[in-house]
């Protein structure tokens, strides 16, 4: 019985104190560690100034991309961005074991693939130049690699044996290797004899600082090298320079998709300028499916507007409504002939003008003389009633050199009364 009421007792006190004293505070939360992942961008509404140059609204009436299926070589798309969902496979992780490549980390795969394939919003200006086409993103670089993105030469021969077996007509390549290999340049003969067309960055290494070293693979023949330029168009600092470059774009100063949600502005690298050269080799394609590889990048070649400053832009700025709307001729050039001076001097179109000049000089002046006479003559002539205005002359009366008799006015021989 005292066990009970000492029990008792002791839940009485217990709940008597509870109310008198407050509870020990909780341990704080342990936040959760971060992905150490780049950090969502914000809405901006701009139209950044590669989509004011390029003018897509100008584009899409001719082709959109649909159809074509485009690799991106980085690391990895984020198939969930609001502008990109639905337009994203699952893709290949060459990195690993294999995998699919639709999340990213770093944010730069995602930003290429929006200049080629974003949406347009109600929200904001920007949109890709392709938005028709399907994104298959190819992971080549590592998850969390922040800074200039460089590969292996064997993950990037796997990245495209991998984009190229699942149906990808353009592979764009926006990470670049400083060694090539045998294997990756297998890689790209296979591509290519299977009618696919690789779109190369050409690196960010060509400040003085950087060295400007050969890049792989836009250094192999019949990959489509891409540089960077400005909103000046004028080429940017970093990127690289060679007899690789084969063609420019927007490379400085852009805006794209960022990881996440919302978009990054301020976006610089040969990279993304790889993106847009990409998304215009796919609206050919879609549009011009009767070229092959090789005339469709003579195409590309013909039609980029040109650009001064050298081979440092190869074959000038990347121009997307030429390449869908201008034709090439099947004719090769013909070489014009040497030009010769005349034999005679006196002869030729140049001798005929100098005739005619002068004889319609002389005609000319002749009936200026006319004219003249006739404004001075006609008044004179009318007011004398047209008689000659020289006066008949004077007439003359001759004398004799001797002079006569006399005249008698009274005759002496006769006789007087």
Known sequence: MRRIWRATLAVSVAVASAGAFPAPPAPPAVAAPKDNCAEPGQVITQVPWPQQMFGPERIWPFAQGRGITVAVLDSGVDGNHPQLRGHVSAGFDATGNGGPANTDCTGTGTRVAGVIAAQATGSGGFSGLAPGVTILPVRVTDKQ?????TAEPAVLARGIDAAVAR???VVAISTVSYSGSPALQESVAKAQA???ILVAAVGDLGDANGGNPQPYPAGYDGVIGVGAIGPDSARWQ?????DYVDLVAPGADVLSLQRGRGMAAGVNGTGVACGFVAATVALTRAKRGDLDA???IRLLFATATPAAGGDDYGHGI???YAALNDQLSDQKPV???PMTRPADPGAGVWARSRQLALIGTTGVLAVGFVLVFVAIALPRGRRRFWRSTIARPVP???DPTEPGPPLQLFDESRPTA
Not at 238 to 242: A, L, R, Y
Request: hydrophobic share 25%.
């Open 145 to 149: 690699t922040f800074g200039p993105s």
């Open 167 to 169: 149906g990808a007509k």
């Open 194 to 196: 299977k009618g696919v």
């Open 238 to 242: 970093n990127s690289q320079h060679g």
């Open 294 to 296: 090789r005339e469709l």
């Open 318 to 320: 990347v121009n997307p």
């Open 335 to 337: 070489a014009m002939r």
């Open 396 to 398: 003359t009366r001759s």
